[in-house]
Structures are given as structure tokens and as C-alpha cells.
């Protein structure tokens, strides 16, 4: 199985300023034919289901703010929130889908400072 | 926009059978280059994916969990279903039905999620 680390587990960040959310994949998750990752990214609000950010690890789905960004290749991911809102308080998670089984991070908690 | 929605028992005893069935609405379940998966978290835990079928009906499961999950789709009733057999405690959790778009585990669309609890 690809384990998925996240780092850090928790974050603080102000309102207005960046936040950074690493994922490293314990193998390359960067596809040699396509010359794609794939990586996801996702948001938890509490008593609700993830919401997709970002797959292919940097292509925004329809809806998701500008503020949100994905970046890295192989095995090294970054999700940037460029200006920290009040409504971004959610859990992040990575996801997986090079292999199966299918895996994510155990998640970074956001939070406001 | 296509909606997800879980149905089934909140509540099974330990060594029974869990069975939880996804309604597809806004969308036909057969049509299209989807995956259909369930995932479940534990409370204040993180995400586990337990396996996949696709609009063909071929289907891929966790390996941990392989040896008692069954997944199928009924396209007449545009739905897919969960079995998971001889549940423990360590079973508890909202289980989540979601979509993976174009060929690939990209979920795009989830169920709300439903609680099920493994007590006697």
C-alpha cells in the first residue's frame, strides 16, 4: 500500500495570511505514460462528507476558490491557502489513486489563530 | 448534479452481516465512465476506502478488508450496495458512498454519510 503522511497534523494560521499543507507519498505517485500524480485533495467541515479541492494534484475543481492550490510531483505535495477565510476551518485531506488499494492522510486540522 | 444518498441499519451486532445500500439520483448508475465507492471513518479518525465497482460492473476492494466486503450495483433500481460480514466493534463508523469521475478514483461526489454502530 502507498502510505500517505501529512504534515503537520494541526495548523493555527491568521485570518488573511498562508496556509501550507504537506503530503509525502511513500512511493512516486507520478504516472510515466500520462505524466500525471495522482494526487487529490479534499476539505472536511465537521458532520459533513469531504469536498474535492484539487486533482490531478494542481487542477482546481469547478466552484473552489482561487485561494486554494495544489502543487508538487512524485512524492512531495504542498496545498496552499494563499489568504486564510474564516470558512476554510476544515480538516485536509490527501488521496492516492496511483494504486490500489486507494489511501489518504491522516489529515491537518486548520484552524484560525 | 448528481446526489448520493446511504440507506440501511444503524445499528448490527458483532459477527452479523452490515448492509448498506447508495441511491444515485440525477444520473443514471450505468451510464458514463464512473467508479462507485464506499469509505468509511471511524469518529474524530481519519478516511478508509473499502472498494470500488465500475459502470461494467468489475470491482476492486481493500485487501484489508477484502475477505468480507461485497459490493454490487442493481442499475434498475440506479443503485449500489455494501456488505461487509462478521463486523466487530472496530467496524463503527459513518460509511460514505462517493463517485469517481472519468475512469479514475477522483470523488467527486459524496452520500452525506451514515452512522453505523457494531454493538450488541
Known amino acids: 500500500d502507498i502510505v500517505m503522511t501529512q504534515s503537520p497534523d494541526s495548523l493555527a494560521v491568521s485570518l488573511g495570511e498562508r496556509a501550507t499543507i504537506n503530503c509525502k507519498s511513500s512511493?512516486?505517485?507520478?504516472?510515466?505514460?500520462?505524466?500525471?500524480?495522482?494526487l487529490n485533495w479534499y476539505q472536511q467541515k465537521p458532520g459533513q462528507p469531504p469536498k474535492l479541492l484539487i486533482y490531478?494534484?494542481?487542477t482546481r475543481e469547478s466552484g473552489v476558490p482561487d485561494r486554494f492550490s495544489g502543487s508538487g510531483s512524485g512524492t512531495d505535495f504542498t496545498l496552499t491557502i494563499s489568504s486564510l477565510q474564516a470558512e476554510d476551518v476544515a480538516v485536509y485531506y490527501c488521496?492516492?489513486?496511483?494504486?490500489?488499494?486507494?489511501?489518504f492522510g491522516q489529515g491537518t486540522r486548520l484552524e484560525i489563530k | 448534479q448528481v446526489q448520493l444518498q446511504e440507506s440501511g441499519p444503524g445499528l448490527v451486532k458483532p459477527s452479523q452481516t452490515l448492509s448498506l445500500t447508495c441511491t444515485v439520483s440525477?444520473?443514471?448508475?450505468?451510464?458514463?465512465?464512473?467508479?462507485w465507492s464506499w469509505i468509511r471513518q471511524p469518529a474524530g479518525k481519519g478516511l478508509e476506502w473499502i472498494g470500488r465497482?465500475?459502470?461494467?460492473?468489475?470491482?476492486n476492494y481493500n485487501p484489508s478488508l477484502k475477505s468480507r466486503v461485497t459490493i454490487s450495483v442493481d442499475t434498475s433500481k440506479n443503485h449500489f450496495s455494501l456488505t461487509l460480514s462478521s463486523v466487530t466493534a472496530a467496524d463503527t463508523a459513518v460509511y460514505y458512498c462517493?463517485?469517481?469521475?472519468?475512469?479514475?478514483?477522483?470523488?467527486?461526489?459524496w452520500g452525506q454519510g451514515t452512522l453505523v454502530t457494531v454493538s450488541s
Open positions: 488521496q492516492q489513486y496511483y494504486s490500489s488499494p486507494i489511501t
Open positions: 465497482i465500475s459502470t461494467s460492473g468489475s470491482t
Open positions: 512511493q512516486s505517485v507520478l504516472y510515466s505514460s500520462d505524466k500525471k500524480n495522482y
Open positions: 440525477g444520473g443514471s448508475i450505468s451510464s458514463g465512465n464512473y467508479y
Open positions: 490531478w494534484a494542481s
Open positions: 462517493a463517485r469517481g469521475i472519468n475512469g479514475y478514483s477522483i470523488f467527486d461526489s
